[in-house]
């Protein structure tokens, strides 16, 4: 891949090791925007539109709070997005984003 800059919020935490679990760096979602995040926001655009700042890391808000981002899901259908979504992004596995940051 070639060379890009992205702003990065300087609270968040430093990428961990690939494999590690996921901290809430960011960087993946700032560098790109994921299958998921293109399908439902038709863009590749970064960094993606559902990425939440949470004052100490950053959150997948198609996880955290889908109704947020898609205005014509019922209410009832929140929790079995949020579990989808959850699996389609791997959330909770290990780190598997090998991008190399330079500061
Ligand atoms: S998957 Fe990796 S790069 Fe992406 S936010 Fe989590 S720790 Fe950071
Ligand atoms: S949809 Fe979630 S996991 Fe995918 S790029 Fe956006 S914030 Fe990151």
Redesign the pocket.
């Known amino acids: 891949m070639a060379a890009r800059t992205i702003r990065i919020h300087r609270e968040a935490p430093a990428?961990?090791p690939s494999g590690a679990p996921?901290?809430?760096?960011?960087?993946?979602?700032l560098v790109e925007t994921c299958p998921a995040g293109r399908m439902l926001f038709r863009t590749r655009q970064d960094p993606c539109p559902a990425l939440l700042w949470r004052g100490f890391r950053?959150d997948c808000g198609l996880v955290a709070t889908p109704a947020d981002f898609i205005g014509w899901l019922p209410a009832m259908l929140a929790g079995p997005a949020q579990t989808l979504f959850h699996r389609w992004i791997a959330a909770g596995k290990g780190?598997?984003?090998d991008i190399e940051l330079e500061h």
């Not at 996921?22 to 979602?29: E, L, Q, R, T």
């Open positions: 990428q961990p996921c901290n809430g760096c960011g960087v993946c979602c950053y780190c598997d984003c």
